[in-house]
């Protein structure tokens, strides 16, 4: 083959790898965003989690992998559950006021594999990113010192096991849970660590009892 063949070939190449990366980067920005969860602010991608609604949701994730018995949890004045299984993210809704869209008022983000019985499949860990780099191989006295500027407090063993009792989906009910807490601005933040398998369980943002929506 000739210097002009071979020129032609060098050129059909470069045009065919040219093609092969735009539509890698077209398919890189078709892909659903990471959750990036800011636990300072209490931001999920740059949205308090206070004020992401059911369309905020399926914006930033697409649909829910399920939705817990909506009808009768509010009539029985509790909130509906937005569950992404494979996100390891839990949304906890209630109505502020009368016509108003539904909000989140707690968020829990499972670092380990967790069964969910009502759903009927497992909260997969959470693969996005959390402030500090947040992970289930934390202790609690990472926790202490990372964010010591909070005063990280445990809660009594008692009201431990009630909050993890709360959520029903603990990865075993004979585990025993220490929970560390930081009462942020606005919000609280729970630690759930999993003593027996020495895990970071799970991290939840909840608004105060006070500002909390009443059920109607």
Known sequence: MGSKGKSAGAAWALIWLGCLL?????AENAAPEVAIVNLYRGEINGTRFSAMTVETMRSMFGPPSAIEDPEKRR????????QYHTLGISF???QPREQSPLQCWRVRIYLTKTWDAKAGMFFLPFPGRLSKQVSQDWT????ETEFRQWEPKSDPQAQAAALVHEDQRA???????RVLYLDMVDFRIDFFYAQTAQRLHAIQLTLPRTVTPAPR
């Open 75 to 82: 009539q029985e004045g509790q909130g509906t559950h937005m």
């Open 140 to 143: 609690p006295q990472r926790i």
């Open 22 to 26: 735009a539509l890698g980067v077209h």
């Open 171 to 177: 990865p075993a009910v004979q585990e025993t849970y």
């Open 92 to 94: 906890e809704m209630q």
